[in-house]
């Protein structure tokens, strides 16, 4: 019988990462895919990053995780998105090649000697007499570990829509995970119904590109993990929109839509909507702008980001057809519909544990979210903590106040989904504090003490701070007619580049991620104070924590609403119960009254 100390079930950006943490922590990894050549498949748009997203990337970067230097190492077309708009919210968008990905990911991670690739489909989980021992499969195998991973992605018992036709799917070409969401069921889980999609595919030279407008490359290109790949500027963009002619042929034809049809009965992402979706719900909208995205150096397809559809293929040709560019356009492969079972996110620990299930965790679409970051990052912590498990160690977890990935678990396990889950900007209360430029220096010796970067690292990040603490203090010191150099650079049209030419270069040059730092923390540092101080208010409300024993129902004036809820998720603080949707104020305040009464009593 073959034993792991950790199995990782799935190969998608979830099961990548989530190997890839543990197997740095120590532990032997079996990665279990139904076919290893389809790890690190991107089915949707090949590219990562973007407003929410990127700081999701450069906090796995942080973490000692994968998918920045993969991102990095196979990029065809970087821009950086929001410039003329605060630090906070400027995004990196790599558009990656597709197949080079997926190569580049199986080679770094089957390289790593404690990482197998097991062929083979989970039937279910194996449990004896309560206790989690390992998973069963298909053909009748045992495979033991201490800890299991699910990162199933869209293949719980997943259904592929063409039109108001349907088959069993996980993504197009490859079957689902028939039997894994019974196993879920059976130890407790309650399963969500959720639906995403993908647009069509357009043969490369069945466009009119003259038509288009060109988005090109910057040039050079910034990345994510500090290296460019050869191809980062290989490959321009485009944009395209609807017309008039789009939004009749949808609405005439909204009854072959499965969505509109009654026939799905999962629920889509608000924040990715389909183009019938878009039409319908933004009536007075005459036009919707796409992008037009090329799927690597060497396919033959183009991505139509924006164009997601579940209507029937004939139709798809006639809709992609009115649109400017491509009027004789051909599709290589049709956009679809996928419906999949997901967990109740609430019935998770901040850890990514089961609360059914001890050792078993789970990562991405399963736990109600969509896109490749937000699955990344959870599979980094659910890995990470699965080793842990395997160790005899506690859970680890990321505080809301850590960054984004602290802020999507919270809100995933706190507040639970009624929709897939998606990571914006506007989630985060401290997003000026917590941007993709200062992810180094928030998660980096978080990285080190949890095992998942070396020593060195921490180092390195300490000293460019410093070189960043020391030039602020000269330009504090430094005058000009009179008034502090730091004074000058708050100045909206002042650069840190202009002040330099007046009072001359530090003894020590800074690199390009330096001086920004520089001038970012000299221009925002008003509004990074305040952030602080509600940081710390944030963190009051933390230093209050509820016994895992508590019993709301004794609580004098807390509603019955508050206590069915905390009772049910169990927070472990008066901020974390203060999250949770549909608790009132009074209900924080009666917490309050009766956590400080709990010593005195004691």
């Known amino acids: 019988m073959k034993a792991y100390d950790v199995i990782v079930v799935g190969g998608g950006h979830a099961g990548i990462e989530a190997a890839w943490a543990a197997a740095r922590l120590g532990a032997n990894v079996g990665l279990v895919t139904s076919n290893p050549e389809r790890i690190g498949l991107m089915p949707c748009n090949p590219a990562v990053g973007g407003p929410g997203k990127s700081q999701l990337v450069a906090e796995i970067e942080a973490l000692g995780g994968l998918m920045g230097k993969l991102a ?48 083979a489909e989970v039937a279910a989980l194996w449990v004896e007499q309560g206790v989690l021992r390992g998973v069963l499969t298909v053909d009748g195998r045992r495979l033991k570990a201490q800890a299991v991973v699910i990162a199933s992605g869209t293949f719980l018992q997943g259904v592929v829509w063409y039109g108001r036709q ?26 969500l119904r959720f639906k995403t999609g993908t647009p069509p595919r357009i043969q490369a030279d069945s466009v009119d590109y003259d038509k288009l407008e060109v988005v090109p490359a910057d040039d050079p290109p910034e990345t994510f993990a500090g290296v460019p790949g050869p191809y980062a500027t290989a490959r321009p963009t485009w944009q395209t929109r609807t017309t008039e002619a789009t939004h009749q042929l949808i609405q005439e034809n909204l009854h072959l839509s499965p969505l509109y049809g009654g026939d799905i009965e999962g629920i889509g992402p608000r924040y990715c909507p389909s183009i019938e979706d878009k039409v319908v719900r933004f009536a007075d909208k005459e036009t919707h702008l796409l992008f037009v995205e090329p799927d690597g150096l060497h396919t033959t397809e183009l991505y139509l980001q924006g164009f997601s559809s579940s209507l029937p293929p004939e139709l798809q040709t006639r809709m992609v057809q009115t649109l400017p560019g491509f009027e004789r356009a051909i599709i290589q492969r049709y956009a679809y519909a996928v419906e999949y079972d997901a967990v109740d996110p609430l019935e998770l620990t901040p850890g990514l544990q089961s609360r059914r299930l001890s050792g078993l965790f789970s990562a991405g679409q399963i736990n109600g979210t969509s896109g490749y970051e937000e699955a990344a990052a959870q599979g980094l912590l659910a890995g990470f903590n699965a080793a842990r498990y395997a160790m005899g160690l506690a859970e680890a977890h990321l505080p809301r106040e850590s960054g984004y990935i602290g802020v999507m678990i919270d809100d995933l396990v706190h507040r639970g989904v009624d929709e897939p889950y998606r990571m914006m900007t506007s989630r985060v209360e401290l997003r000026l504090l917590c941007r993709s430029d200062n992810a180094d220096e928030r998660l980096v010796p978080l990285a080190v003490h949890w095992g998942l970067r070396p020593v060195d690292d921490l180092k390195a990040v300490q000293a460019k701070y410093a070189r960043v603490q020391d030039e602020l203090l000269r330009l504090q010191k430094t005058k000009i007619n009179g008034t502090p150099a730091l004074q000058f650079l708050r100045r909206p049209e002042a650069s840190y580049a202009q002040i330099l030419q007046v009072i001359g270069q530090p003894e020590v040059s800074l690199s390009k991620d330096e001086a920004y730092q520089v001038e970012v923390r000299a221009k925002y540092a008003g509004y990074m104070e305040r952030q602080a101080k ?23 004036s807390l509603s019955k609403e508050a206590i069915e809820k905390l009772s049910r998720i169990q927070p472990q603080s008066v901020a974390e119960a203060s999250r949770v949707p549909g608790i009132r104020d009074s209900d924080i305040t009666a917490l309050l009254i009766h956590i400080t009464k709990i010593p005195a009593s004691a």
């Open 72 to 119: 990095d190492a196979t990029a065809i077309h970087t821009r950086v998105l929001n410039r003329s708009k605060g630090p906070a919210v400027q995004s990196l968008r790599v558009q990656v090649d597709r197949d080079l990905y997926a190569l580049e990911a199986q080679r770094v991670l089957l390289a790593h000697p404690q990482i197998e690739s097991v062929r």
């Open 166 to 191: 349907s088959r069993p799917a996980g993504r197009q070409g490859e079957p689902p995970a028939r039997f894994l969401s019974d196993s879920l069921r059976a130890i407790g889980h309650r399963l």
């Open 534 to 556: 509600l940081r710390e208010k944030l963190k009051e409300l933390e230093s209050y924590r509820l016994p895992a024993d508590l019993n709301y129902a004794l609580i004098p």
